[in-house]
Nanobody, 126 residues
Framework: VQLQASGGGLVQAGGSLRLSCVVS????????MAWFRQAPGKEREFVSA????????YYADSVKGRFTISRDNAKNTLYLEMNGLKPEDTASYYC????????????????????WGQGTQVTVSS
């Protein structure tokens, strides 16, 4: 399984970006998916996750109300709509997927995801 993330870029504070992550195999209802991010010198941190069906989503407190995760299983694609961007959102953003956990579980830690994309850089200038 391969994940290809895209959509990162340079944006001013208050701006918006939309990240996409295309999965090489049909996501259907197989994979729970998430976004993580890692800034230079910092640990990788959870940003958002979405259930297999897309009916449940979870957010880190730092992005709640500004970011929206969604998925289109017909297109095997995961999205992250980011609004009201702040300089502290600057990081490499990684999409992740897992097919092993129970159908009702949505992991929120990086160690629970088996597949990872290559990362896309988001830089927010002040």
């Amino acid at each position: 399984v391969q994940l290809q993330a895209s959509g990162g870029g340079l944006v001013q504070a208050g701006g918006s970006l939309r990240l996409s992550c295309v999965v090489s195999q049909p996501t259907g209802s197989i994979y729970v998916m998430a976004w993580f991010r890692q800034a230079p010198g910092k640990e990788r941190e959870f940003v958002s996750a979405i259930s297999r069906s897309g009916s449940k989503s979870y957010y880190a407190d730092s992005v709640k109300g500004r970011f929206t995760i969604s998925r289109d299983n017909a297109k095997n694609t995961l999205y992250l709509e980011m609004n009201g961007l702040k300089p502290e959102d600057t990081a490499s953003y990684y999409c992740a997927a897992d097919s092993r956990v129970s159908y009702t579980i949505v992991p929120l830690t990086s160690g629970q995801y088996e597949y990872w994309g290559q990362g896309t850089q988001v830089t927010v200038s002040s």
